[in-house]
């Protein structure tokens, strides 16, 4: 089956810093790859749509210069969290559609502690 | 954009019996409806999905079931088991290639 793959899968930063989490597609190739967060004991939210070759599409509320995309390669998207705050902890999971079914497949999640 | 509601929030059931969630969509346009089961620290995991030109799916103890005009959907789980313990999460989407809309989620625990 189709695979997708995070790293880091956890990550400790100091406020102020940035830090850029990985999506990878290792058995299949995903134009559209879409990102979300998930704070503790709550839905997942989508924050945006990493599209390969352009920018990504934002959901409402979502700070655009704070949360970087990039989708450079069609296997490769990555989220940069910039001058990160305690408010950003939370758990992030990158997921990307399969080419043949509907089903969504999901990368294991980052979780980001900022202290 | 879609919006998805999700009850009941939590549910106990005794080991054996028949746990049922419920979801609305907003969005009459929406055509794929997944099921999500999703343990503390981990990724969600697909359990069964649906389509809108069915109107009920079902895999071993566990069945979906779509009603359009009413843009509501349910999971059923028969003879609950321990493992059965978990949050679930509905979620709709156009297409299926499309974002999903997640509802809330449920706690389910399975009372040995």
């Known amino acids: 089956g189709a695979v997708v793959s995070q790293h880091p899968s956890w990550v400790i930063c100091k406020s102020g810093t940035s830090v850029k989490i990985e999506c990878r597609s290792l058995?299949?190739?995903?134009?559209?790859m879409f990102w979300y967060r998930q704070f503790p004991k709550q839905s997942l939210m989508l924050m945006a749509t990493s599209n390969e070759g352009s920018k990504a599409t934002y959901e409402q509320g979502v700070e655009k210069d704070k949360f970087l995309i990039n989708h450079a390669s069609l296997t490769l998207s990555t989220l940069t969290v910039t001058s990160a705050h305690p408010e950003d902890s939370s758990f992030y999971i990158c997921?990307?559609?399969?080419?043949?079914?509907?089903?969504?497949?999901f990368g294991p999640g980052t979780r980001l502690t900022v202290t | 954009g879609e919006n998805v509601e999700q009850h009941p929030s939590t549910l106990s059931v005794q080991e054996g019996d028949s746990a049922v969630i419920k979801c609305t969509y907003s969005d009459s346009a929406s055509n794929y409806f997944p099921w999500y089961k999703q343990e503390l620290g981990k990724r969600p995991q697909l359990i069964i999905d649906?389509?809108?030109?069915?109107g009920e799916k079902k895999d071993q103890r566990i069945a979906v079931t779509l009603n359009k005009t009413a843009k509501h959907f349910s999971l059923h789980i028969t003879e609950t088991q321990p493992e059965d313990s978990a949050v679930y999460f509905c979620?709709?989407?156009?297409?299926?290639?499309?974002?999903?809309?997640f509802g809330t989620g449920t706690r389910l625990t399975i009372i040995p």
């Open positions: 649906i389509r809108s030109n069915v």
């Open positions: 058995d299949f190739q995903a134009t559209t």
């Open positions: 979620a709709a989407s156009n297409f299926g290639n499309e974002k999903l809309t």
């Open positions: 997921s990307a559609p399969g080419t043949v079914s509907y089903e969504q497949y």
